[in-house]
């Protein structure tokens, strides 16, 4: 029976084998953090949406590129609408405890 990649990976890791460079992405994606070296806030809003409720997620540092690409990551995960803009994400419903959840797998600190 072949090996597929993830147990091949699992093996390298095992054994000490890891070639050059692997432990660099692991160390870079627990650094991630908000605004200043701060925390990211989420916090749920009505107003100005007709008495819908939106998730607001903001505190980002980097560029708006990368929160794009972060908002991208929730809303695929969540299955939900929204957008990104000004260092913030809304994602359109109350998804405060998932995206929490999602965004520490990310690596970010909330």
């Known amino acids: 029976m072949a090996m597929d990649w993830k147990d091949a990976l699992a093996a390298l890791g095992a054994s000490g084998t890891l070639p050059e460079g692997e432990e660099t992405a692991q160390e870079e994606t627990q650094g991630k ?4 070296g701060g925390k990211l806030h989420i916090e749920l809003d009505r107003k100005g949406r007709k008495g819908k409720t939106a998730t607001i997620i903001y505190g980002f540092t980097g ?19 929204g957008s990104s803009r000004g260092g913030e994400i809304l994602l359109q419903g109350d998804w405060r405890d998932r995206a929490a959840e999602i965004l520490r797998d990310l690596g970010y600190k909330l």
């Open 33 to 36: 953090t908000g605004s200043q």
């Open 63 to 81: 560029n708006d590129e990368e929160v794009a690409e972060t908002a991208k990551t929730l809303k695929q995960k969540i299955g939900v609408g």
